[in-house]
């Protein structure tokens, strides 16, 4: 059996510590040590259950990347924090002492990215079993022979029980995520919230592979029967991960990916789901996996007697999730990898209840929407938003963004482009009225929707052109309730639909002040308008041909 420990060690990076290294341990032994080491307990079908404490979600404000000569001009500054070197220098020297001060460490040696040739190899250091046992699960797990000459491109140190000192430091408050691109390490402290490790990893994708001619993609993706792929961007709570997870496609990835000249490949070899108020009905493969030992479940309340666990017991945490090797949905690719994609999917909340369920968008109209990023926050996600709330958030990722929007959105456009991709816009929020008046819109509408734009019989239905957004909108289409293709009609008091959708359109044209003079003047003219001169009742009549 080929040795599971890497002769490229910890003392190579120059990090000393007299702790017990546990390298590479898989599923059952890190399960193991998390139980006896009171990490975690085990509920009654298998799954290991763990409570990630007061962060039970990202903190976005305690992010920081190092800023030096390598980032000065890539980073878009605007969206992140920085971090000086002499900050991260004394951040660095008290994580090493922090290591040496610790009896127990575990190692995981991974990559980031199923496609060889444009992967990162990354070298996890933990302190709790569960979070190697975590980021073992969400990325890409190396055969056993190429352990042995494993070498790092990059480093995450991951102590939870660190506290950062904001004065020494440079960070914000006792918890702190710093990325040094010129030192190749993350330091992440002071939040048990096992997410921050994954996310960083995206970070590092995103800011490496443009250079490539690579796309980095926050978004799921998976493959029809036809071998036809496509992809879906959204924010958490969106819908990427229970749309991607169809038993009558194949999955790819439920959150990151890349698209090259010759794929789309998952960043990662495992899935992140929500789990609050999950079912087998709605969600039967996801559903599956909190019964599956190797599942690791945060912030699920459990009964300590019974270990039976109720997915909708919010008292710890609305954002509970789970984390399970993507080979747990049954329909899942083998290599984490499809083709280059026929379809792209903007998913979005509406929390304003005002988008159709599916529209249909140009080149120009997507990379329009793709740079808006619109959506609503959904409770639990980060830290302190406790009900969905109206964003904007470039790219359907920004605060995995590191280079400017307009690098990615010029990438996008010009895939889109070259492969004659077609673009759809679908709205998972709100139907018959605003957030607190109206219904979430149902799931199988949705499914209905976009089964029909992805077997490609959706192009041949009739389309008006909506008065507010310009993008085409289907009239009627089979198994669909007609009434909810058109939200105004779900309203039951129209002059309100129209001053919301008036307010809308302004919030989207104020955000994207900031993109236009990125953007060719085709994409700023694919900004939503509200024409003043066509009435809503005459703009519902205006159809456009069948494509």
């Not at 890409?140 to 995450?156: D, K, M, Q, S, Y």
């Not at 998972?428 to 009225?433: A, H, K, L, R, V």
């Not at 989207?508 to 308008?529: C, I, L, T, W, Y």
Request: charged share 20%; hydrophobic share 40%.
């Amino acid at each position: 059996m080929a040795s599971r420990v890497p002769t490229f060690t910890l003392s190579h990076q120059g990090i000393d510590t007299p702790a017990t290294l546990h390298w590479n341990l898989e599923t059952a032994p890190l399960v193991e040590k998390s139980v006896c080491r009171g990490e975690g307990m085990l509920a009654k079908d298998g799954p290991l259950v763990v409570a990630t404490g007061k962060h039970t979600g990202r903190s976005a404000k305690d992010k920081f990347i190092v800023r030096d000569a390598t980032t000065e001009d890539t980073i878009w500054w605007d969206n992140n924090k920085a971090m000086s070197p002499e900050h991260f220098a004394a951040l660095k020297a008290d994580f090493l002492a922090a290591l040496g001060e610790r009896d127990t460490l575990f190692v995981q040696d991974l990559y980031g990215g199923s496609q060889p040739e444009h992967r990162v190899r990354v070298r996890v250091i933990n302190e709790l079993a569960w979070h190697n046992l975590f980021i073992r699960t969400m990325l890409v797990r190396p055969p056993g022979e190429e352990l042995a000459g494993f070498e790092p491109e990059f480093t995450i140190i991951d102590l939870p029980t660190f506290t950062a000192d904001p004065e020494r430091h440079g960070a914000r408050s006792g918890t702190v995520i710093a990325v040094n691109m010129t030192e190749r390490l993350i330091l992440i402290g002071g939040t048990a919230y096992a997410g921050e490790m994954k996310k960083s990893v995206f970070s590092i994708l995103n800011y490496l592979l443009p250079s490539d001619g690579v796309m980095p993609m926050h978004c799921s993706a998976n493959i029809g029967p036809s071998g036809d792929t496509a992809i879906f961007f959204g924010l958490s709570g969106t819908g990427k991960t229970t749309l991607s997870a169809d038993a009558s496609r194949t999955l790819i990835g439920d959150d990151e990916h890349g698209w090259s000249d010759t794929a789309v490949f998952n960043f990662e070899g495992g899935c992140y789901a929500k789990m609050i108020r999950l079912s087998a009905e709605a969600e039967p493969e996801i559903y599956a996996t909190t019964k599956r030992f190797g599942t690791v479940l945060e912030n699920v309340v459990i009964d300590p007697e019974t270990r039976a666990l109720d997915l909708d017991d919010a008292t710890l945490a609305e954002n509970t999730r789970g984390a399970y090797p993507i080979d747990f949905i049954p329909n899942a690719s083998t290599e984490n990898m499809g083709p280059v994609p026929r379809n792209v999917i903007f998913l979005t909340a509406d929390a304003f209840g005002v988008l159709p369920p599916i529209a249909r968008l140009t080149p120009d109209q997507a990379m329009y929407h793709f740079l808006s990023g619109y959506t609503a926050k959904v409770a639990g996600t980060e830290i302190g938003v406790t009900e969905p709330e109206a964003t904007f958030s470039t790219c359907f990722g920004a605060p995995f963004m590191p280079r400017h929007p307009s690098v990615y959105g010029n990438l996008l456009k010009e895939r889109i482009a070259r492969g004659g991709v077609d673009c759809w816009l679908v709205n998972t929020g709100w139907t018959g009225g605003k957030y607190g008046v109206g219904s979430r819109m149902p799931i199988k509408a949705t499914r209905a929707l976009l089964n029909a734009a992805l077997d490609g019989s959706l192009k041949n239905v009739e389309f008006r052109r909506d008065p507010w957004f310009g993008f085409e909108v289907p009239v009627s289409v089979p198994g669909v309730e007609q009434r909810i293709l058109n939200p105004r009609d779900t309203w039951a008091d129209k002059a309100d639909y129209d001053a919301t959708a008036a307010r809308l359109v302004k919030l989207f044209n104020d955000n994207f002040a900031r993109f236009a003079e990125h953007v060719d003047q085709s994409v700023r003219d694919a900004a939503p308008k509200g024409d003043a001169t066509l009435s809503t009742d005459q703009a519902q009549e205006a159809t456009v041909p069948a494509a």
